[in-house]
């Protein structure tokens, strides 16, 4: 299984806080001598630059499938203590963590498990999906590039109480979108239906979609400071430093609390 091959060749991964930057910056890697490396450093930077208003802090990485190619950070994790973004600062995933979603469902399709252009009711509990419009199937291939036809919102996407977390399964249950579009018409972006692949993912290998994550990619790949579940208790070091993260309005708010899980 080609597991390490799906890294991407080219990832920057940005996190943000909303909050203007203050004029800090933790000195990047030592330059490499190719002259595209340089060029990375200097575009990442000038971005920095003409997003300081609107930025408080920011870590960036671009990796090859085998190397480090450029990693820096930017401006303050707590700015009114002028606590500065590091290597050792928790950031949140947003929907960077899709990809994670994607890879799983590419594993399996790998081991045969998958197929990526039949209707996914067939790895789905009887009469899971309650409103669909149309008869055409809809597709894992439709899931991964948006356009299974699902209207998107964020009702009950996320809680600010930890009591509150539900499973993938009772949200998807309660929380259903109209289809609106035929499948494969239309490219509407769903974190619903990408929710839906992740429960696919459980529904196939039998384990919590957190735990497969856990398992086919933090492990093999040493991620050893990263979580996916929703309460983030699949690595409590990495939950406790999340807490130290503050977040702002564009006015040097403070916003509290400062996470809210989805």
């Known amino acids: 299984m080609k597991k390490l091959h799906l890294i991407l060749l080219l990832t920057i991964v940005f996190a943000f806080i909303l909050q203007p930057i203050a004029a800090i910056g933790v000195s990047a890697a030592e330059e490499d001598d190719r002259s595209y490396i340089s060029d990375i450093g200097s575009d990442i930077r000038k971005f920095v630059s003409d997003n300081s208003i609107t930025t408080a802090g ?3 990485a671009v990796f090859s499938a085998d190397e480090t190619l450029y990693k820096e950070h930017f401006g303050y994790m707590d700015v009114q203590n002028e606590i ?10 947003g929907s960077v963590s899709k990809l994670l979603v ?5 594993q399996l399709v790998e081991q045969g498990k998958i197929d ?3 209707d996914i009711s067939e790895y789905l509990p009887d009469n899971f999906l309650r409103n669909r419009s149309y008869d055409k199937p809809i597709t894992m291939l439709n899931l991964m590039n948006h356009n299974a036809g699902f209207e998107d919102s964020i009702l009950g996407m996320a809680t600010g109480r930890k ?4 499973s993938l399964e009772e949200f998807l249950r309660e929380i259903q979108p109209e289809q609106i579009f035929e499948p494969g018409s239309i ?3 769903s974190n619903w239906g990408t929710t839906l692949a992740a429960y696919i993912v459980e529904c196939i290998s039998g ?10 990619i933090f492990e093999p790949l040493q991620m050893n400071d990263t979580t996916i579940a929703a309460d983030l208790s699949d690595d409590p070091n ?12 564009s006015e040097v708010e403070e916003i509290t609390p400062n996470i809210s899980y989805i």
């Open 84 to 93: 500065a973004v590091s290597s050792a600062t928790v950031m949140e995933w």
């Open 163 to 166: 009591e509150r977390i539900v």
């Open 207 to 216: 384990i919590p979609y957190y735990r497969y994550v856990r398992d086919n």
């Open 58 to 60: 920011m870590s960036v």
């Open 102 to 106: 994607w890879i799983s469902v590419m």
């Open 238 to 249: 990495v939950e406790e430093k999340r807490m130290e993260l503050k977040i702002y309005t």
């Open 187 to 189: 490219t509407a972006y």
């Open 116 to 118: 990526l252009d039949i």
